[in-house]
């Protein structure tokens, strides 16, 4: 069975850093998607890697404070997160899939699994 566990979110200052881990279980995964949401918004895109490549991608909001990374021993995925303003709060997931297209790395429902969700929080 399939399974993505996230891990890492907490409190944060504005300014602050976190990271957030994401283990996947069971197998590996072509494409890793970072998404989050805020109460009472859509879900938003953050970020996704190419596990064979490593080549990763970025919203307009988070580019150039936001990295993703893996290790492919522990088959896991990072969301590093640097510079984190009051707006980045949000429940954060973890997205995995086999099928993505790159055109479709920032539509969430394009991808079949999913974390639990961690929450972080950035006060100002």
């Known amino acids: 069975q399939v399974e993505l566990v996230e891990s890492g979110g907490g409190s944060v200052k504005a300014g602050g850093s976190l990271r957030l881990s994401c283990a996947a279980s069971?197998?590996?995964?072509?494409?890793y998607g970072w998404f989050r949401q805020a109460p009472g918004k859509q879900r938003e895109y953050v970020g996704a890697?190419?596990?064979?490549?490593?080549?990763?991608y970025f919203a307009d909001s988070v580019k150039g404070r936001f990295t993703i990374s893996k290790d492919s021993g522990k088959n896991a995925v990072y969301l590093q997160m640097n510079s984190l303003k009051p707006e980045d709060t949000a429940v954060y997931y973890c997205?995995?899939?086999?099928?993505?297209?790159?055109?479709?790395?920032?539509?969430?429902?394009?991808?079949?699994?999913w974390g639990q969700g961690t929450q972080v929080t950035v006060s100002s």
């Open positions: 997205a995995a899939d086999n099928g993505l297209i790159l055109s479709s790395r920032e539509m969430a429902d394009q991808y079949d699994y």
């Open positions: 890697i190419r596990w064979s490549s490593r080549h990763t």
């Open positions: 069971g197998r590996t995964f072509s494409w």
